[in-house]
């Protein structure tokens, strides 16, 4: 898909999430971005374009590059996730809660999962380039 279509993809999703279409994990609607998660979703967009850009520069994707370009989308998801979640809990959501607090409850409850997802993405990923070889490779230059 490239960076550029990645990152409009997750764009995509999150406007039909945001005009209420029950897509996200609690729901839909524009009171979505209250949620104190919302901000992984944001970090959604950033991780594919992060992602995009990393593996399109490969002729032949290899596993241990697609692995490496799925641990740093990560970077930007729970970034993003953690410092709206921060924000979130201590003004709007009317909850005390230390950065300590919510790094361990936003990222070390759950990034043993996202690694796993990020192997079993990089298996696919390097098994359906080489079952499609004949798709044409994505263009470092107009990113399509």
Known sequence: MGSKRRALSQLLYLGVGLAGFPIFTSGGGITYVLKPTFGYLIGFVLASYLVGKLVEKQSNLRFRDDLLANFAGMIPV???????????????????????????????????????????????????????????????????
């Not at 490779?137 to 399509?144: A, I, N, P």
């Open 78 to 144: 729970y970034a993003c996730g953690v410092l709206y979640l921060y924000l979130s809990m201590n003004t709007w959501v009317g909850e005390s809660a230390s950065f300590w607090y919510v790094f361990m409850t936003g990222v070390v409850l759950n990034v043993a999962g996202d690694v796993i997802l990020c192997f079993a993405a990089a298996i696919v990923a390097v098994r359906l380039q080489q079952a499609l070889p004949h798709l044409p490779h994505v263009s470092t230059k107009g990113g399509r």
